[in-house]
């Protein structure tokens, strides 16, 4: 790329345009028509515009808390009369270097009305130079691309026009098989369409090619699973029936159901690969202690993986209240205690069971006979950490779970390479919860409403986004608030958890509310999986806004776990944007995580779901994964076609494959680290 300006490469790289490739395949967000453009408004408006205008004047404002804005005003050239729009950037310094007066700008974005003005905030904005009336920058389908600090979209624009012009495109091959010629025109066609109806047909064939490229990572990734050995662990389930009949309920349905499941894998010769889905409170730890228990009956050993040293430690505590009386040994290992440090097997290849944390998969944990491997919240683990605790043991069977359910459109998407397991209802001995977002100004109605609540003897949660007070977020922090609840709540015993304190202190204040000594938690989100406190019935969560919606729903998920009615009162900015809102209504609505996952995929969009720390798959650039369904399902019958025919990819007309599929490992491997 030598004709990419040396001044403008450290920003490219920012971006992650790197290569030629990257630079091509960075496609634009959105297309303008800039023949003609929106006329100014004068009222408030539900959807985005865009305008053309000139610089009228501009101004750096102070605001309180050592905020910036910066404001421009402009008005319509065209000699119209017509009210000037006020553009304004907040704390974006850099943008006053961009905009001066009497530029000619593009603007993009939804028009407010504040008070007489007509105001939009952070527009997305193009300096117009003189002489582009005839140029790329002009034209009735003009591209306009995901941007950064240091490359504006303008020379985003120049720069690849120039490469679709200095390269020969039918020298890229396509990944789908004899379709070279058609991905050339789909790259020119996607960046610089001559009609809607080119564009359409390039986006809808790129997509095919992003979506093959992920469904042939996922289906060789399921073909070379099933080539690996296995070994069959039978079992009556005698140890489960002896677990059931000390417990005070009964399995759910589908719990029932997925213990099956489970039991048919671990009897086979065949490895088992299964993922077992389930909301908040469904019961999957139950499912996976079961998973153990025919695995320790069969004769081996097995280990659970938890993401954090709270969760390990409450597993570990849970199983040996509940396995002891059976005669299991149960041992934990998180690589936090001395007493822990000797290595694994403390016991030879004695049926155990093993908790632990990433501990479990460096030196000193040796299995001798492993058998099973759960991985709890497999989210939080990435698919390299799995991989070494899978080939530490003998043919282990492997079972991951999560709590953050995956929208029944994206699990062949995610997960075609595992078989899927999903806890469809709760136990009934589950309370009820009832949410409510409210303005950070109701806080005195918030405490009294805890008061009450603490004086019938139930405990509380109460999570904030930041451990410490930052200079660059307006957010609240726990280790700031915590003498302001003491004082409010006096006399209930108040505590502080956060993820930076040592481990023996954090396992301590969790002791302390476990058993009810202290009644009221200030936390982050280190609480965020795996805690569970029955007598804990309200949550108090400060500045929601700043938590994903699927992460709002796990905070929620620690309440709820006793007989009591709980409560989540979901506390947020007064001038909280609307998109914002619409996110906490969302949970005001419903409880159902799959309902919620959908909603958060509508809200953000998939984001980095195919991120390829997490799944090994690359993320999503221009496909989306639910308008495009069909051209999912179309990729995905052709990358199982075409490994059918050919397993091993040996064929030359597949040595491309062989050779994408080889380094996409490679990158995998180094993104994990």
């Keep these: 790329m030598e004709w990419v300006p040396r001044n403008r490469l450290p920003a490219l790289h920012r971006l992650g345009l790197v290569t030629l490739a990257d630079l091509l395949g960075h496609y634009p967000r959105r297309y303008e028509d800039r023949t003609r453009f929106d006329r100014f408004p004068d009222e408030e408006h539900s959807a985005a515009v865009c305008l053309h205008g000139i610089v009228a004047r501009t101004a750096m404002k102070f605001l309180p808390g050592r905020r910036r804005m910066f404001e421009v005003v402009m008005e319509n050239p065209t000699g119209i009369l017509s009210q000037p729009v006020t553009c304004r950037w907040f704390n974006m310094p850099f943008v006053q270097k961009m905009i001066s007066t009497h530029d000619e700008i593009v603007v993009y974005g939804r028009p407010k009305k504040r008070g007489r003005l007509i105001v939009i905030d952070h527009p997305e904005f193009e300096v117009i130079e003189e002489g582009a009336a005839q140029s790329v920058h002009m034209r009735d389908i003009t591209p306009v691309y995901p941007a950064g600090d240091g490359v504006p979209v303008r020379a985003l624009r120049e720069m690849i026009h120039t490469a679709l ?43 095919r090619e992003e979506f093959f490229a992920i469904q042939l990572l996922i289906h060789a990734r399921r073909a070379e699973w099933l080539l690996l050995p296995g ?5 009556e389930g005698k140890l489960l029936g002896q677990l059931l009949a000390r417990l005070p309920f009964s399995l759910t349905d589908s719990q029932t159901q997925v213990i099956e499941e489970i039991r048919r894998d671990l009897a086979s010769p065949r490895r088992m690969n299964r993922l077992l889905q389930g909301d908040v409170g469904a019961g999957k730890t139950l499912v996976a202690l079961a998973a153990m228990l025919h695995t320790v009956e069969a004769g081996w050993q097995a280990a659970i993986m938890a993401p954090t040293q709270i969760l390990a430690e409450q597993h570990h505590l849970g199983f040996k209240r509940l396995l002891e009386p059976l005669g299991i040994e149960v041992v934990l290992r998180t690589g936090s205690r001395k007493e822990e440090a ?26 001798n006979n492993l058998g099973l491997v759960v991985i709890d919240e497999q989210h939080k683990f990435g698919v390299l950490q799995r991989a070494r605790l899978i080939e530490r043991g003998d043919t282990p069977d492997v079972l991951v779970m999560t709590a953050t359910p995956i929208p029944r459109t994206l699990t062949q998407t995610l997960y075609g390479d595992l078989d899927v397991s999903i806890l469809k209802h709760k136990p009934a001995n589950r309370g009820i919860i009832q949410t409510a977002a409210r303005p950070s100004t109701k806080m005195p109605d918030v405490v009294e409403f805890v008061r009450k609540h603490l004086g019938n003897g139930r405990q509380v949660y109460i999570v904030y986004p930041l451990v410490e007070e930052s200079d660059k977020l307006s957010a609240k922090a726990a280790t700031a608030e915590i003498e302001r609840w003491q004082a409010l709540l006096a006399p209930a015993e108040v505590a502080l958890l956060h993820g930076r304190m040592p481990p023996d202190e954090k396992e301590s204040v969790m002791a302390a509310f476990r058993d009810g000594r202290t009644k009221v938690l200030i936390a982050t989100t280190v609480i965020e999986v795996g805690v569970d406190v029955p007598n804990a019935n309200m949550m108090i969560v400060e500045n929601a806004e700043r938590f994903g919606l699927a992460q709002l729903h796990q905070l929620r998920g620690r309440i709820g776990r006793g007989e009591h009615k709980s409560y989540c009162i979901l506390l947020h900015d007064p001038k909280v944007p609307e998109d914002a809102l619409e996110k906490l209504q969302v949970l005001e609505q419903t409880s159902d995580g799959f309902l919620i996952a959908e ?59 062989a050779q994408h599929l080889a380094r996409s490992a490679a990158k995998l491997a180094a993104t994990s680290g």
């Design 342 to 367: 000797k290595p694994l097997p403390l016991f030879g290849s004695k049926p155990t069971i093993v908790v632990g944390t990433h501990a479990l998969l460096y030196e000193g944990s040796e299995f």
């Design 599 to 657: 909603a958060d995929l509508r809200l953000r969009g998939p984001g980095d779901l195919l991120g390829t720390a997490q799944t090994g798959l690359p993320p999503v650039k221009i496909g989306d994964i639910f308008r495009d369904r069909d051209l999912m399902d179309e990729a995905s019958d052709l990358a199982k076609t075409i490994l059918k025919d050919d397993p091993q990819l040996q064929a030359p007309a597949h040595r491309h494959l």
């Design 165 to 207: 012009e200095s390269t020969d495109l039918e020298a890229i091959p396509s990944l789908i098989p004899d379709a070279t010629r058609q991905k050339a025109g789909a790259l020119r066609a996607i960046h610089f369409p001559d009609s809607e109806e080119v564009r359409s047909t390039a986006h809808a064939f790129l997509v």
């Design 231 to 235: 070994a069959a662990k039978h079992s």
